[in-house]
């Protein structure tokens, strides 16, 4: 293998891997990157033997930051009435990148982040999300969360579950902010529910059957009946799962 000097790293091999995280980080679910995946991980794996690991994890790190920088500017200049899908966008779009980008860099996980940092590259990747975006908007987030819960259909289910099990993946104590929003979504957040609460469950379950008639699911129109009892009975079930019974 020919010698790769720190000038042809700068010059030639990481704006190559540069390119590609930029098209990465920016796709969005079911496009075409026109990217060889076989070149970029050749170049990293060139790269790594020939001892410029420490220099391309510094620029991955600087280069992610970056983006996750801008990413939370634009979220902060987001409208209330918007800002919950495009959180949800910015977070599903970023975890989507990183099924491309851990698995391009892992020699450089395997060679230097895991053997000499201790650490591992997916782990510091999200740790960057966490520190540089959900931070500094969960305050924000987590009251539009709460009015959403309290308001049925203004936010699709697959939506709040996408962001409440996205939240709990980045820091699970966050949990403590909202512990009924994150029982809908994950089991066993809250404590096993006592006999006597049972009626309270079963009052809650008429409220929701009561608001999806009034949201036009209605006895009439049997799909949207069908709909409904299933919604009723999902209900239900997350709930007996998530709190049990004793």
Known sequence: MNVITIEDYKSTYWPKLDGAIDQLLTQSPGDY??????????????????????QMYSDLIKKITNHLERVSKELQASPADLYIERFNIALGQ??????????????????????????????????????HVAD??????????????????????????????????????????????????????????????????AAQDQKLQRELIQNGFTRGDQSRKRAGDELAYNSSSACASSRGYR
Request: negative net charge; glycine residues 2%; contains cysteine.
């Open 33 to 54: 990157i026109p990217i060889s995946y076989e070149q970029i991980y050749s170049c990293v794996y060139k790269c790594v033997c020939q001892q410029h690991s420490e």
């Open 136 to 201: 500094k908007h969960i305050y924000s987030l987590m009251p539009l969360l709460l009015e959403a819960q309290s308001t049925p259909f203004q936010v699709t289910p697959s939506t709040m579950a996408n962001i409440v099990k996205g939240l709990y993946t980045l820091r699970p104590e966050w949990v403590q902010m909202a512990p009924t929003l994150f029982s809908k979504f994950i089991p066993n957040i809250l404590p096993p529910a006592m006999e006597s609460e049972l009626s309270e469950y």
């Open 94 to 131: 970023y975890m989507g990148a990183l099924q491309s980008i851990v698995p391009l860099f892992i020699y450089m996980n395997k060679f230097y982040i895991e053997t000499k940092l201790n650490r591992d590259l997916k782990d510091d990747l999200i740790k960057l999300f966490t520190e």
